[in-house]
């Protein structure tokens, strides 16, 4: 199976841009998906595909992707962003299996 | 509304089994792809099972092959997670939730509120 890499915890100042990163072998020809999770709460989709936003989800929310990174921007941050963000993707063993990231916690100052 | 809603989850010796269920509402449920995630105690997500639309295929991940069956019910709108010889380390909140969009690009779009799995003895 495979992994994917995220930095533990990261901090933007209220209303800066805020990059989270995701790497990993599988993202080099798989998309990632993103997924906001507070505490005691259910995980939310926030990005899918090449950069897709799920309905209700703010345009603040962006994604990208090159090589074997993908990446979760926050442009504007607001104080409801602090959480726990995880990105997701296939295994690059090619049996369909998923995997997700290590999580980032994301702090807004 | 479109909805899931989990049940099944308690307290299970270890070796024991447990069977969830995901109730789907709001949608039509034989068109997505449902997976189960899980989530230990101050520990991050783990993908579990995922099962196709029609159930024709289904994929587990290493850490519960062999232990744990995914499958559904679409006359019922219902999806299951069969969990046998249950480890300590299976302790989690379990998920299910609706994959939406291409194999490639979709995501996981609906999410159920979880349900409790304890293994202890």
């Known amino acids: 199976s495979s992994e994917l890499t995220q930095d533990p915890a990261v901090s933007v100042a209220l209303g800066q841009i805020v990059r989270i990163t995701c790497q990993g072998d599988?993202?080099?020809?798989?998309?990632a998906s993103w997924y906001q999770q507070k505490p005691g709460q259910a995980p939310v989709l926030v990005i899918y595909?090449?950069?897709n936003r799920p309905s209700g989800i703010p345009d603040r929310f962006s994604g990208s992707s090159s090589g074997n990174t993908a990446s979760l921007t926050i442009t504007g941050a607001q104080a409801e962003d602090e959480a726990d963000y995880y990105c997701?993707?296939?295994?690059?063993?090619?049996?369909?299996?998923?995997?997700f990231g290590t999580g980032t916690k994301v702090t807004v100052l | 509304q479109v909805q899931l809603v989990e049940s099944g989850g308690g307290v299970v010796q270890p070796g024991r089994s447990l069977r969830l269920s995901c109730a789907a509402s709001?949608?039509?449920?034989?068109?997505?792809?449902m997976h189960w995630v899980r989530q230990a105690p101050g520990k991050g997500l783990e993908w579990v099972a995922v099962i196709w639309y029609d159930g024709s295929r289904k994929y587990h991940a290493e850490s519960v092959k062999g232990r744990f069956t995914i499958s559904r019910d679409n006359s019922k709108n219902m999806l299951y997670l069969q969990m046998d010889s249950l480890r300590a380390e299976d302790t989690a909140v379990y998920y299910c939730?609706?994959?939406?969009?291409?194999?490639?690009?979709?995501?996981?779009?609906?999410w159920g509120q979880g349900t409790t799995v304890t293994v202890s003895s």
């Open positions: 997701n993707s296939r295994d690059s063993s090619g049996d369909h299996l998923r995997v």
């Open positions: 595909g090449k950069n």
């Open positions: 709001g949608f039509t449920f034989s068109s997505n792809g």
């Open positions: 599988s993202l080099r020809n798989y998309y």
């Open positions: 939730a609706r994959w939406s969009g291409g194999d490639a690009d979709g995501g996981l779009d609906v």
